[in-house]
């Protein structure tokens, strides 16, 4: 079985990015992000109201980095190391299948700019040369093209198709896993 430490916090660069811990003084960026409808259409989660939940939900990625079960980086431009453009990061981890579920989110005027791209094949590269994972996950909607497109664009295979699996404010949704193995 797999044992992940992720501390120190890893730093990770791009040509134009700069993935790194989330910090309190990103909590305002954090609570427009998850309050957007656009960033939350396909995210079956509650929207977070102030910047008392926005501070909660960094406490709780930092809990999951330290206890090692998941790991979140916010996404920088390097110029603006300090405007938070979006999240990234695996969200479950199935050490024991040496396995984790990648998840992101980005603010929409950055859509289709490849920020999405370039910040996932580092966050995939991270995961099976550092965590030593065998695959990689992302459920999604399937009415989420775009979040689909980048998976696709980066390698991942559809694996399935699960019917009305999650229910959400008097729903039931579908969802499509995608996955990526380490070869």
Known sequence: MLEINFLPFPILKT?????RQLAANDAEAILSLRSNDEVMKYIPRPYLKSKEDALELISMFDDKIENGIGINWGIYFLDEPEKLIGIIGYYRMKPEHYRAEVGYMI??????????????????????????????????????????????????IKEAHLLENEYYEGRFLDSMIYSLLNK
């Not at 040509?15 to 993935?19: D, S």
């Not at 996932?120 to 996950?137: A, C, P, T």
């Open 15 to 19: 040509q134009r990015l700069q993935l």
């Open 107 to 156: 603010f929409p005027k950055f859509n289709g700019k490849g920020i999405v791209s370039e910040a996932l094949q580092k966050v995939v590269e991270y995961g099976f040369k550092d965590m030593k994972l065998h695959s990689i996950e992302a459920i999604l909607d399937p009415q989420n093209k775009g979040s689909e497109n980048v998976l696709l664009k980066n390698g991942f």
